[in-house]
């Protein structure tokens, strides 16, 4: 009796899952605009934007079917008029501030700019100290 219930409770588990890969694409995951311009648009800030699943791809070069669904708003949102810098801020409120190759300043991610500068100065520091007391 356990065991079936761990195994239905498994399988509930995992229709959510099959049922995200089971839709068909967003009709612009896979089709580019009929524009050349605006598609141009889309492709340059898309392969600026990072797959969420893939992590190492933007979603210009993703196959994921997430990627496909945000090439689709990217290339929706391009085709309504909307400016490429507002649809990655709209992305970025949406998924954080991963979602992007291009990081900006905030309050969140300051440290990751300070950082690697503090230690570039200690370390000079560190260097020059060294040299003075070689004399």
């Keep these: 009796m356990r065991l079936l219930l761990a195994v239905l409770a498994l399988l509930c588990a995992a229709l959510p899952a099959a049922a995200q890969d089971a839709l068909p694409p967003a009709p612009y995951a896979y089709r580019q605009l009929d ?34 669904d945000m090439r689709h708003q990217v290339r929706t949102r ?9 649809v990655r801020a709209w992305l970025m409120d949406r998924y954080g501030d991963y979602v992007s190759y291009k990081p900006e300043i905030s309050a969140t991610t300051w440290p990751l700019f300070a950082i ?13 100290s060294r040299l003075k007391g070689t004399k």
């Design 116 to 128: 690697p500068a503090l230690l570039l100065v200690v370390a000079g520091l560190v260097i020059r």
């Design 78 to 86: 391009i085709a309504a008029g909307e400016d490429p810098e507002a």
């Design 35 to 68: 524009d050349p311009a605006l598609e141009a648009k889309a492709q340059a800030l898309m392969e600026t934007l990072r797959c969420l699943k893939c992590q190492s791809q933007s979603i210009a070069d993703s196959d994921a079917p997430m990627a496909g």
